[in-house]
C-alpha cells in the first residue's frame, strides 16, 4: 500500500485529522448522540418531549458526518488503496445502511404524520 508522503500535505493533512484521536472522540461522541436520540424516540414514541425535528436534526448531522469521513478517506486513500482495508469496506457498508434507514425514517414518520392528520377530522 502506498504511504502518503508530507509533500501531498492536503492529503497527508486530512488523514492525521481522520486518524487523530480528537477526530476519534468526535465520533463516539456523534455515536453516543445519536443512540440516546433513538433510545428516546423508541421509548417515548410520538408524544414524547422531544420533537421530531430535534430528531431530524441529529440523524441529519450523524449521517452526513459518516457520508463526509468516508468521502474523505476514499480521497486520501484513494479508491484502490480505499478497498484494500477491510475496516473501510465495512464502515462503507455501515454508512450506506446508516444512509438508506435515515431516509425509511424520515419517510415513513412522515407518512405517519401524514396519515394521522388526515384520519383526525378536528385538524
Keep these: 500500500m502506498k504511504r502518503l ?10 488523514l492525521k485529522i481522520l486518524e487523530g484521536n480528537v477526530f ?48 474523505a478517506k476514499l480521497y486520501c486513500y484513494g479508491i484502490k488503496q480505499f478497498f484494500q482495508v477491510s475496516w473501510n469496506i465495512i464502515d462503507m457498508f455501515i454508512v450506506i445502511i446508516n444512509v438508506v434507514g435515515f431516509f425509511l425514517w424520515v419517510f415513513l414518520t412522515s ?4 396519515n394521522s392528520n388526515h384520519s383526525n377530522p378536528s385538524n
Design 5 to 14: 508522503t508530507p509533500r501531498d500535505f492536503t492529503r497527508y493533512d486530512l
Design 24 to 71: 476519534n472522540i468526535l465520533v463516539i461522541i456523534l455515536v453516543a448522540l445519536d443512540t440516546s436520540f433513538f433510545v428516546i424516540e423508541e421509548e417515548e414514541g410520538e408524544n414524547g418531549a422531544v420533537s421530531r425535528s430535534a430528531y431530524f436534526g441529529v440523524g441529519l448531522t450523524v449521517v452526513l458526518f459518516f457520508v463526509f469521513e468516508m468521502t
Design 111 to 114: 407518512n405517519s404524520t401524514n
